[in-house]
């Protein structure tokens, strides 16, 4: 009776949603922030429902649930009063009832509330019923609407309001007639955003079942275009549009729009046609953006548009609404932009396009372009670059957008020639520009580059580049390039050369430029000058002590380079590195010095039939490319052997165990014109032998198990066949269970021999294996892939046995068991008594009362047996439990 009751209340319920139903047809939850708390938000539902006469579905409240909960009634706030009580109102009808088709009601309900504090709430509304019919939801009519809005809220992220959808969730189609719609989601606190396609949501927020995408939609992630090329079948369609907003690089809300599309299957018109252009200005310039419609049918066409541009204070942008005519009908969208409209992310527009059929029977259809304006800074202007010592000073005109958060300062070595492309904002990495430093403030108009307090380099073209950056990533165009170089009144050192390598008696040559004449202070400085050459071991330039000098220069204004040949000094065991005072004699005046440059010191590593060349130096110049010279055991010349671009080369083909001797030539330059280049400079030279110390390729392994012999066979390959050359042996490693150490189990000094039988002294197959090589060298291979076998634990008790001493099934045991570590067996009378126990894997109960050491008499008695089974995860215990029938007369069915 009470299944009865039920599935009547069920049929009922069902009844009474067929009556009240053929409801919703889309909606979505928006929200903004009230006053200065992050915590209160107001959010707004808006739902597109049925009308008609025979539609009696309505809602004059609607309730919130915000996650965190509580719950929120709200009544209908839009449309006139009428037959909702106060103060709820009647909705506003957006297309009327006909006799063939229902119309359309938009409903707004509204509720503030406050959040107790920070986290991510999912905000839902729950509606019993969406509207009939609908293609891609099975049974909609009993299928509740479903949207929520999902907000992260923390005082962190400071004020944020949701996107605002400025097109309305409810449009029409043609079948396979290309139909385009776009939300035109703004965000108004200029966070950035994405769209993605979603799956209608029923009951408790879950997927509706049986809710399916038609082939052929698309939607684009960037703009929000949503794309259907071929509408089919007529009818209704539901889909879901998530509005994600990124701030900072992280996803801080989600909109769910669940939208309706309607195709109609009769209309013979075909969308018109929308043309215009995505743009990019500078920031207080006059956007002035033809749009063109034309359509197929030579049908009029009514134009609109819509986004947040429109509703700018001050400054909003203009475009004649509602302009119906014949095509090609152009209107123009004209936007006065200022520094304010500056940001990273661009601004959509939303044109549509909607085509007056004729036919009034015919669908009118339409077609959408979302276009992207970007307003950008203009660029930094005028910028100049001074030297001053060893740093140079940066000047340029302050940004004219004044909300500017500061500058971004670029360096080069020489001029790269860039002039940045339309929309190109920024210093581009691909110009070779590396940023240098960060400025704030839009009025800063100077930058001093001293390389971080470590002076820059004489001899370098300096080329800088600027451009100003706002604080939500937004660039400005990038200035124009400005280069220059350290006045020459110091020497600039371009030589730091090996010419022959010992211990005690090398020789290293060093050459600088001189400094300019009409560069030096000749007031201060009136010369004669003099030069103090300082050395020190290694490459770092620490403990610098002088080695020589040459005086009595007199710096002609042709001076040539000049030449030292430092001797004596050990470069076998070190690189050099020298420096260059320059000084004025009489007085005796300090005026400057050259920057550190280091000898190459070349550095071998041997390996098996190879060499690995690795140098290092520590110079000012620009380092190009090397070359590499061995030297000839005949002629004990070196001659070339290749080249890098990196401070490597490796040698191969080489015999181990002989000697071989490079060096390494490098060419350079520096970037100020005047200096001579290449720059040429040789290594010491230095020698090594290969040695076999790669280990050989590890084998591939694989085992075969056989639980009935209690074997594992193991096979491999041969390297010496694939992957290696000089394999004698094998190791092989073995552990008990999955997670216990591996012990080395058996070595084959046979390279041909390709298998290894185990057997684990009759006990248990259970465990893992892998396998190393060996070679000549006796270097030992990486472990091979560990493989692994595991027991097949059997353990059976017979149901009778015959303790009579016939000698034929006089005992209970198992018959047969394999790979069991331990039992713990108890056996039990009818009346529950505990007869006989044990340990023994082997059991042999003979029928005797343990206890009393009487025999048993016949019967059915019960047994519990917990038995331990040897596995790979190691000892697994698992229990066994029935009944066993005793007889002791043969008649009885002893045997």
């Not at 922030?33 to 009308?51: A, C, D, K, R, W």
Request: aromatic fraction near 10%; charge should be negative; hydrophobic fraction near 35%.
């Amino acid at each position: 009776m009470k299944q009865l009751k039920y599935i009547f209340t069920v049929l009922l319920i069902l009844s009474f949603g067929r009556l009240w139903a053929t409801h919703n047809r889309a909606g979505e939850i928006t929200y903004r922030q009230v006053g200065t708390s992050p915590f209160t938000l107001e959010f707004t539902l808006t739902t597109y429902t049925n009308i008609g006469p025979t539609i009696q579905a309505d809602r004059c409240q609607m309730t919130f649930h915000f996650g965190d909960g509580d719950t929120c009634i709200a009544y209908r706030e839009n449309g006139p009063s009428g037959s909702c009580p106060p103060p709820a109102k009647m909705g506003e009808v957006i297309q009327n009832a006909t006799a063939t088709q229902g119309g359309i009601k938009k409903n707004i309900y509204k509720c503030i509330h406050t959040f107790s504090g920070g986290g991510t709430f999912t905000v839902f509304v729950l509606d019993e019923n969406r509207n009939d019919g609908i293609n891609n939801i099975p049974g909609s009519v009993n299928v509740p609407f479903y949207v929520e809005t999902v907000v992260t809220l923390s005082p962190f992220l400071g004020s944020n309001s949701g996107a605002i959808l400025y097109n309305p969730p409810i449009d029409n189609a043609c079948v396979c007639k290309r139909f385009v719609h776009n939300p035109n989601a703004i965000d108004p606190d200029n966070d950035s955003l994405s769209y993605a396609l979603g799956i209608c949501k029923g009951a408790q927020g879950n997927n509706i079942i049986g809710y399916s995408i038609p082939q052929g939609v698309t939607l684009n992630p960037v703009t929000g275009d949503l794309v259907w090329e071929c509408p089919t079948p007529q009818g209704e369609f539901n889909f879901v549009i998530l509005i994600i907003s990124w701030r900072a690089g992280i996803p801080i809300d989600s909109i769910t729009r669940d939208m309706q599309v309607t195709v109609d299957g009769s209309c013979i018109n075909n969308p018109p046609v929308l043309q215009v252009q995505n743009i990019c200005v500078d920031a207080g310039t006059l956007v002035n953006l033809p749009v063109t419609a034309t359509d197929p049918d030579n049908h009029d066409v009514t134009l609109t548009a819509t986004g947040a541009v429109f509703n700018f204070n001050p400054n909003p942008a203009n475009f004649t609404q509602n302009l119906t005519g014949p095509t090609p009908l152009t209107s123009s969208f004209t936007w006065l932009t200022s520094c304010a409209n500056v940001r990273k992310a661009p601004y959509q527009v939303s044109f549509k396009a909607v085509d007056i059929p004729l036919n009034v029977n015919d669908q009118p259809l339409s077609d959408i372009k979302t276009v992207q304006i970007t307003v950008v800074c203009p660029a930094p202007i005028n910028l100049t670059a001074t030297p001053q010592g060893t740093a140079i000073n940066l000047n340029w005109n302050p940004t004219i957008c004044s909300q500017a958060a500061g500058y971004k300062i670029y360096r080069r070595n020489g001029p790269s020639g860039f002039v940045p492309a339309q929309c190109q904002i920024g210093v581009p990495s691909s110009t070779g520009y590396s940023l240098i430093a960060t400025l704030t403030g839009s009025a800063t108009n100077a930058f001093t580059d001293d390389n971080n307090g470590q002076g820059l380099i004489h001899g370098i073209d300096y080329c800088y580049m600027i451009c100003a950056y706002f604080t939500d990533g937004a660039e400005s165009y990038a200035s124009n390039e400005d280069c220059t170089t350290l006045k020459k009144d110091v020497p600039i050192i371009t030589h730091v050369t090996v010419d022959s390598t010992a211990i005690q008696q090398g020789k290293n040559t060093i050459i600088w430029s001189p400094p300019r004449r009409s560069e030096l202070d000749t007031i201060t400085y009136p010369g004669p000058y003099k030069y103090i050459i300082f050395r020190s071991s290694g490459a770092n330039c620490n403990n610098l002590t002088p080695v020589d000098s040459i005086g009595n220069v007199s710096l002609p204004g042709t001076a040539t380079d000049t030449i030292f040949q430092h001797i004596n000094v050990d470069t076998y065991n070190n690189s050099n590195s020298y420096r260059i005072g320059f000084y004025n004699e009489n007085p005796r005046l300090f005026i400057g010095t050259s920057h550190c440059a280091s000898s190459i010191y070349l550095d071998i590593v041997p390996s098996d039939n190879s060499l690995t060349l690795d140098w290092t130096s520590n110079v000012p110049w620009s380092e190009d490319s090397f070359v590499v010279y061995r030297q000839n055991p005949t002629t004990l010349l070196f001659d070339s052997i290749g080249t890098s671009s990196i401070a490597q080369y490796t040698d191969t083909g080489l015999t181990n165990g002989t000697t071989y001797c490079y060096k390494v030539k490098s060419y350079g330059h520096y970037s100020e014109p005047g200096i001579v280049k290449p720059l040429i400079n040789f290594s010491q030279e230095a020698c090594g032998v290969p040695v076999d110390n790669v280990p050989p390729c590890s084998p591939d392994l694989s085992i075969t198990a056989s639980c009935d012999s209690i074997l594992n066979t193991l096979s491999w390959n041969n390297p010496n066949l694939s992957c290696a050359d000089d394999v004698l042996s094998y190791k092989i490693y073995f552990s008990t269970n999955d997670s216990a150490d591996f012990n080395l189990i058996a070595t084959i000094d046979d390279a041909g021999k390709l298998t290894f039988t185990h057997n684990n002294n009759d006990i248990s197959i259970a465990g893992c294996y892998y396998i190393t090589a060996l070679d000549s060298n006796a270097n030992e291979s990486l472990s091979s892939d560990t493989v692994c076998s595991d027991n097949c634990p059997v353990y059976i008790l017979p149901n009778i046995f015959t303790p009579n001493a016939d000698g034929i099934n006089d005992e209970f045991r198992p018959f047969p068991y394999k790979f069991i570590e331990s039992i713990d067996m108890k056996i039990y009378n009818r009346w529950g008594s505990l007869v006989f126990s044990t340990t023994d894997p082997e059991v042999l109960w003979n029928g005797t009362n343990q206890q009393s050491k009487q025999p048993c008499t016949d019967g059915v008695y019960y047994y519990i047996c917990d038995f331990t089974a040897i596995r790979l995860q190691g000892n697994v215990t698992e229990t066994l439990h029935g009944f066993v029938q005793l007889f002791t007369s043969p008649a009885n069915g002893g045997k």
